[in-house]
């Protein structure tokens, strides 16, 4: 049987015309044509089943060819039975696809801007079955594009009985009932991913059931019927709707035609998310993701939210990989530092392959449908796959051992119309920084130093390894910078910006009195600080403290060896180095020579029973001189200062410190007259547990005008169960010997040391030192006689022989034998 189709189709064009890209809604221009339409044949029996032909024309054309006989020879009696109806035009019109003809074939069309109507694609005289022998084309193309956008096209048809395309197979158990299949002998339905077939083929289908989404990859999608010359009279139609779908063009992954890669700049780009292509894509399609960072010590961490293969093997364990695969590589390289050769031994250990390709070695991970990579799923959660709880390593997430990690994801067979969905995955990249001399990045690597006849002068800034913070699982950030000169050196930093997301919790204020920057922390909750010290005479020494944000501070030291201390407490887990950093220049500067002096040592520690400091300052240069007065363990100081007490108009200041307390107990203002203060140091004190400590005292100079500093000190001692050798009773304290009748009148009113029956009787201690003397000459001329005596006593022993033995007539004849004595 064969059914042509001929005769003009009166379809009206708009009186103006209107431009493709309007926006502008209105009713469709369809053209027609009165070409004779492809014609085909059916045969075959339809016992129990019927087909229904709607014509797009006036006339229908039917042919019933009945062979003189049949294959057993026997004549053949054809059965038919046909049913017709006359439709009016305004009927048909409804029955007429929402489109416009695109040249060529009769059926050929195409579809513009369907973001803002409801488009559909229909077979050649749909709901009815289509003619043989005809090959259709269906061009969707989208025109308008927001900024900042790419137009994707998307075909489906929800229901399963507005598909159904003969697979030309007799044997109903190639494919299940109801089902698209792309086993196709028969008719067949191609979508390509463009606007000609010489673009990639996304899918093809034949069957009956519903189609899935299929996605385009750019704003343009081509369909194509095909019909076989001969087949099963059947009722063959098909119905797809059209929408469309704009993606965010930063994060859409196109699938070009000669395949998807992508290379990711670590150092421009040291976050983001990699996803699988969010559009259909053809089988054998391997899609390369490759995040590169931007040095050599960089690291790649990744971990995934996400991942899918459909298994078209659930009842076994068995991996087939016949859908697709995802294989994770990990180029290892050269052996540089410690941490490469580290993380070389810990993935060696974990990861099933290790492979060269040319002369650099990957470690690679695969994974199929059964078996998946480590996720962090609840990282899912989140919109940025940034979790309250960090993806922990190694056990949800991945850190390279170099600076490079490859993705590849390889789609082996389509499963488009499956319904069960394509291999996709969803991961987070980012690139840590890493300070290259250091083992392990997930230890602590916030330490520093730095020598002044390397690196005499620089820049600083708080480190950007995520791992450090708490988005990286850190609650706490610890960071230390060691700055060490020369003794001739000192060190001056400038801090030139700071950002930390917890200022409005700490406050930098000004201490007019030592003439720091301290640090007011309102709240123990979250917050950051630059805390700045300094190593002098083994002692640290408080320099400045800075918690605020976008403020510029100069800090110097009076030594050499300076520390910068990092500290930021209780971190979220979305800090990182963006809501805390801070960058600040460092200068190794000459020491001056103007806190030199003739009463002091090279290292500036002052000790013994008694002592003064006096600095003359003629230049008008605000500094800063520090020494340390140590007194023997057990005593302590009294002190005598010229000037007053500290007030609100001192200009120069003495400031005096304990050692173990940054904050000074006593501050005087020098005086041009002869004003004078005085105080005992802070050991002074009665304190069992530091009994034998040393008491040490650090003085502090602070010039800002010319001036005069000069202060006197002596050792004194706590009068125990009997009394002292010399004491000041007003001071109601020992003190040492050695000052008595110096010519100074060290006890202030009532000059005990000075006494002049003291001074004008013989010293015990010269006496004492005397006899002492005397006893020992004694001792000295007795062992003399008695070494003598014993000496001569021995000469008197001596052995004389007889005098026959020298007579010269004696014929005895001597041997060697000793003598008888």
Not at 689 to 697: I, N, V
Not at 730 to 757: F, K, Q, T, Y
Request: charged share 20%; aromatic share 10%.
């Amino acid at each position: 049987m064969e059914v042509e189709e001929s005769g003009p189709v009166q379809i009206e064009s708009p009186p103006t015309r209107v431009r493709r890209r309007t926006k502008k809604k209105g009713n469709p221009r369809r053209k027609g044509t009165s070409l004779r339409a492809p014609s085909g044949s059916f045969c075959g029996a339809l016992i129990g089943q019927s087909a229904t032909f709607y014509s797009t024309g006036d006339t229908v054309k039917l042919t019933v060819f009945v062979p003189p006989q049949g294959a057993a020879g026997q004549p053949v009696v054809p059965r038919l039975y046909l049913t017709y109806r006359f439709l009016h035009h305004n009927e048909g019109d409804t029955l007429v696809p929402y489109s416009r003809s695109a040249g060529g074939a009769k059926c050929d069309m195409m579809l513009t801007n369907c973001h803002f109507r409801d488009c559909v694609i229909r077979s050649p005289n749909f709901p009815g079955f289509y003619l043989r022998n005809i090959t259709c084309h269906y061009w969707i193309r989208q025109d308008f594009v927001p900024p900042g956008k790419i137009a994707q096209v998307e075909i489906y048809q929800d229901n399963e009985f507005k598909i159904n395309i003969p697979s030309g197979h007799s044997n109903s158990d190639r494919y299940k009932p109801g089902t698209l299949t792309s086993d196709c002998a028969g008719d067949v339905v191609k979508v390509f991913d463009g606007r000609t077939t010489e673009s990639p083929l996304l899918v093809e289908f034949c069957g009956a059931g519903p189609l899935p989404t299929i996605r385009s990859s750019g704003p343009d999608i081509l369909v194509k019927l095909t019909s076989v010359t001969s087949q099963t009279l059947s009722n063959s139609h098909f119905e797809l709707g059209v929408k469309i779908n704009f993606a965010k063009s930063s994060s859409t992954f196109r699938i070009a035609s000669e395949g998807c890669s992508v290379t990711v700049d670590g150092g421009r780009h040291p976050v983001g998310i990699l996803q699988g292509p969010d559009h259909s894509v053809p089988s054998g399609t391997t899609c390369t993701y490759r995040v590169t960072g931007k040095r050599p010590t960089d690291r790649i961490w990744l971990y995934f939210s996400s991942y899918h293969v459909p298994d078209l093997n659930p009842w076994t364990d068995h991996e087939h990989c016949d859908v697709g695969k995802l294989e994770i590589m990990h180029p290892i390289p050269k052996i540089r530092h410690a941490h490469h050769h580290y993380h070389h031994y810990q993935l060696a250990n974990t990861l099933p392959n290790e492979q060269n390709i040319g002369s650099e070695s990957v470690l690679i991970e695969t994974y199929c449908e059964k078996r998946s990579p480590r996720q962090c799923g609840h990282a899912s959660d989140f919109a940025d796959l940034i979790p309250s709880r960090p993806c922990t390593v190694p056990d949800e997430s991945y850190l390279s051992p170099g600076p490079e990690v490859i993705l590849k994801m390889t789609f082996l067979s389509s499963t488009a119309i499956r319904g069960s969905g394509g291999p996709h995955f969803t991961a987070r990249y980012e690139v840590v920084e890493n300070i290259p001399y250091k083992d392990d990045i997930l230890t602590n690597p916030c330490v520093l130093k730095i020598n002044s006849l390397d690196n005499p002068k620089g820049s600083l800034e708080s480190p950007r390894n995520v791992f450090l913070y708490g988005r990286g699982g850190s609650r706490d950030l610890v960071c230390k910078y060691e700055l060490r000169g020369t003794s001739e050196q000192r060190v001056r930093i400038t801090v030139q910006g700071t950002y930390f997301s917890s200022s409005a919790l700490c406050e930098t204020t000004y201490d007019t009195v030592i003439e720091r920057h301290k640090c007011n922390v309102f709240h123990f909750g979250k917050f950051a600080l630059i805390n700045v010290t300094e190593l002098w005479q083994d002692s640290r020494i408080f320099v400045g403290c800075i918690c605020d944000s976008n403020k510029n501070f100069v800090l110097e030291s009076i030594g050499h060896m300076l520390d910068i201390e990092y500290l930021v407490r209780n971190m979220g887990p979305r800090d990182d180095f963006r809501t805390f950093h801070f960058n600040l220049d460092y200068e190794f500067v000459p020491a001056s020579s103007v806190c030199k002096t003739s009463h002091t040592s090279e290292t500036n520690v002052m000790s013994g029973s008694k002592g003064q400091l006096v600095l003359n300052l003629h230049n008008v240069v605000p500094f800063r001189c520090r020494w340390l007065l140590a007194a023997f363990p057990t005593r302590a100081l009294y002190l005598t200062v010229k000037g007053r007490v500290f007030d609100s108009e001192c200009r120069n200041k003495i400031l005096f410190y304990n050692i173990n307390n940054w904050e000074p107990f006593k501050v005087f203002c020098t005086s041009d007259i002869d004003q004078f203060e005085t105080f005992f140091t802070q050991s002074w004190k009665p304190d069992p547990s530091r009994s034998f400590e040393a008491d040490l005292t650090l003085i502090e100079y602070i010039f800002n005008e010319p001036g005069q500093f000069k202060v006197n000190w002596i050792e004194v001692t706590r009068p125990k169960g009997k009394p002292c050798l010399l004491e000041c009773p007003e001071l109601e304290a020992c003190v040492g010997e050695d000052l008595a009748c110096d010519g100074i009148r060290h006890c202030p009113v009532s000059g005990n040391d000075e006494n002049p029956d003291r001074c004008n009787q013989l010293p015990l201690l010269t006496i004492a030192i005397s006899s002492t003397a005397a006893v020992a000459i004694v001792t000295l001329l007795v062992l003399c006689v008695l070494l003598r005596y014993k000496l001569v006593r021995s000469k008197d022993k001596t052995v004389i022989p007889p005098p026959d033995m020298y007579r010269s007539d004696c014929k005895h004849t001597f041997t060697n034998k000793a003598p008888v004595r």
